[in-house]
């Protein structure tokens, strides 16, 4: 099963313009991650959020997370069409056998930009 | 520095076919995780290890998966008796640290496909 879902599932964008992706989760967390998969990369980390911070960035990269609403959003600003990917959160599972933990990745936004 | 890698890039398997999957993880690196990633789908955990110890296997579909890390590094991912059910790509990821806080450090992952 997983927690995150991501919305919404498509994106088509031109160049330049900004893109808004959102990703709910069911429970709580500690931290909550996006990542990048697209066929040539293959699947990159972008950013980790952690449940004390509400908004983080990095260069064109804008995270939210509202631990009440248990939601997250990712901004890109001024898109490429090198940001044409998928992309997924995924939240933190504290596992009970071990205490150790697993990621739990959403389905994740097929985000396209057009040149 | 060399990034996780994975091998093969491409397995095709009859029906009932035994299959193992490599991952070699970036040197120095304590974590390793499995997932399964079937498509228009997030990844999903399928076992954790701690360097040579599997912390958690509670991901794994069933006792036909098996994972071992015997030496702490280079990992074995193997499925036996394949079905069908078991087309998907499988990545291996791995960590510097024990939690899940840590970025994870994808492989370009096995497209396994079950004839």
């Known amino acids: 099963s997983q927690q995150g879902e991501e919305d919404p599932q498509a994106l088509s964008i031109q160049e330049g313009e900004n893109a808004t992706m959102n990703c709910s989760y069911k429970t709580s967390i500690n931290n909550l991650q996006w990542y990048r998969q697209n066929s040539g990369r293959g699947l990159v980390h972008l950013i980790l959020i952690r449940s004390n911070e509400r908004e983080k960035h990095s260069g064109r990269l804008r995270v939210t997370l509202d631990t009440s609403k248990k939601s997250s959003s990712l901004l890109i600003t001024a898109s490429r069409a090198a940001d044409t990917a998928s992309y997924f959160c995924?939240?933190?599972?504290?596992?009970?056998?071990?205490?150790?933990?697993?990621?739990?990745f959403g389905k994740g936004t097929k985000l396209t930009v057009n040149p | 520095g060399a990034g996780v890698s994975q091998s093969p890039r491409y397995k095709v398997a009859k029906r009932g076919q035994d299959v193992a999957l490599r991952c070699d993880p970036i040197s120095g690196h304590v974590s390793l995780f499995w997932y399964q990633q079937a498509l228009g789908q997030g990844p999903e955990f399928l076992t954790y290890f701690q360097n040579e110890a599997q912390l958690d296997k509670s991901g794994l579909p069933s006792d036909r998966f098996f994972a071992e890390r015997p030496e702490g590094s280079v990992s074995t991912l193997k499925i036996q008796r394949t079905q069908q059910e078991d087309s998907a790509v499988y990545l291996c990821?791995?960590?510097?640290?024990?939690?899940?806080?840590?970025?994870?450090?994808f492989g370009p992952g096995t497209r396994l496909t079950v004839t």
């Open positions: 995924a939240t933190d599972l504290l596992l009970t056998q071990g205490g150790s933990e697993k990621l739990v």
């Open positions: 990821a791995s960590s510097l640290g024990v939690k899940v806080s840590y970025e994870q450090y």
